[in-house]
């Protein structure tokens, strides 16, 4: 199914049908991530739930610390 990830078009399989499926598609281990899904931000307990579905717009957003 396509989507559009940080502004970028992508496919992905249909049985990454979650948030939470997504992120682990793409290999995402970062434990701070941000997601607005369709302009609305998800808390982190939504990720199971929040369906993905084609055309749907999702951002991604991970803090990274440094010095």
């Known amino acids: 199914m396509d989507v559009r990830i940080n502004g970028n078009k992508m496919n992905i399989p249909q049985d990454v049908n979650t948030i939470s499926k997504l992120i682990a598609h793409l290999n995402i281990s970062n434990p ?36």
Do not use: R, S, W
Request: proline share 3%; no cysteine; glycine share 8%.
């Open 32 to 67: 701070v991530i941000i997601v607005e899904h369709n302009a609305q931000i998800l808390q982190k307990e939504d990720h199971a739930t929040a369906q993905v579905a084609p055309n749907d717009n999702i951002e991604l957003i991970q803090f990274v610390g440094g010095g």
